[in-house]
């Protein structure tokens, strides 16, 4: 993840429902320096520092860094600060602590992506038995129609193109989660005050959603939380409409990030990419994740 205000939101979505091995940070929304103190500054004020944080690719296999601080900020994070500054921490990148891991142990991994695929494309580099280690990628980004950069690219697969097109030829079931969905699945500008029932997190998300929708996001039927979408997608498939389609990544200047449909003939792995989604259902199981992690943990309860 590059948090990053929806990141930060999938975050906290996804610690109330799934076990979570590690994150590893990437450059994208912002710098490096900040994705992977935002990432260990969002799981200390959850209560939840025992997740491991490992520090990743600071720029995209081959572009230039592109960030999007007009849309995060520029601490990937504006509109609150966070109560005190952390420690620096010594941290291996991630690509070899999840090879270490999976030499140590056997359970299966799923991968969630929600910032630009560079640390993802390292790790199955790195790794022989990625198949039978990996349940499959799940990865926010990309668009069958459409973008957000361009009028055809999507950010995180516009940040790394060369990353994204690795990760969607891969040998492994990848998923899509592009903006086919998340521009369906806003979150209503009324809901913002719910968050503040969650006590700090919850205050987190409510200052920086705000930010969000007064600095980049005005559509009339509220935010875009394209990352927060893709957990979803990850733990709900039955609410989301899927096709299986051979896809590529163009690289080429004007249509850098651009997803491009291959014929059915293609020798290339099937993409199962998301083309419609249930909006009501996943905002349900987006709230029913805080409520769990209300349950669960004090840090977000109120006092
Ligand atoms: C994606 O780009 C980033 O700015 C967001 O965090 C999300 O991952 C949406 O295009
Ligand atoms: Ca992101």
């Not at 906290?12 to 994150?23: E, F």
């Not at 809901?191 to 959603?209: I, K, N, Q, S, T």
């Not at 989604?277 to 987006?286: F, H, S, T």
Request: charged residues 20%; contains cysteine; hydrophobic residues 45%.
């Amino acid at each position: 993840m590059d948090p990053g205000i929806d990141d930060a939101l999938a975050l906290y979505t996804a610690l109330g429902r799934l076990p979570i091995a590690g994150l590893s940070a990437v450059a994208g929304n912002v710098e490096i320096e900040k994705t992977f103190v935002n990432a260990r500054q969002l799981l200390r004020l959850a209560g939840r520092s025992d997740v491991p944080v490992w520090r990743g690719s600071a720029a995209p296999l081959h572009y230039p860094l592109h960030t999007a601080p007009h849309v995060h900020g520029a601490s990937g994070l504006d509109g609150y600060q966070f109560p005190a500054p952390l420690d620096d921490a010594p941290t291996e990148p991630p690509w070899a602590a999840w090879a270490r891991i999976w030499q140590e142990e056997t359970t299966p991994v799923h991968l969630i992506a929600t910032g630009p695929l560079t640390n993802i494309a390292k790790l199955l580099w790195c790794l022989d038995d990625a198949p039978s280690r990996l349940t499959g990628i799940t990865v926010m980004g990309g668009a069958i129609h459409g973008g957000n950069v361009t009028p055809t690219a999507e950010f995180n697969f516009y940040a790394d193109p060369e990353a994204a097109d690795q990760v969607m030829g891969a040998n492994v079931p990848v998923t899509m989660v592009g903006l086919d969905v998340t521009h369906k699945a806003r979150l209503p500008w009324e809901d913002l005050p719910r968050f503040l029932d969650f006590a700090e997190p919850g205050r987190l998300l409510y200052a920086v959603l705000h930010w969000y929708g007064e600095h980049a996001e005005r559509h009339p039927d509220g935010l875009a939380i394209h990352d927060a979408i893709a957990v979803a997608a990850y733990a709900n498939p039955e609410l989301f409409v899927w096709q299986e389609l051979p896809l590529t990544v163009l690289q080429d200047a004007a249509w850098r990030g651009t997803v491009a449909r291959l014929p059915e003939s293609a020798r290339r792995p099937r993409v199962k990419a998301a083309v419609d989604v249930d909006v009501p259902g996943v905002l349900n199981w987006l709230w029913g994740s805080l409520q769990a992690m209300a349950e669960n943990s004090p840090a977000f309860r109120q006092s």
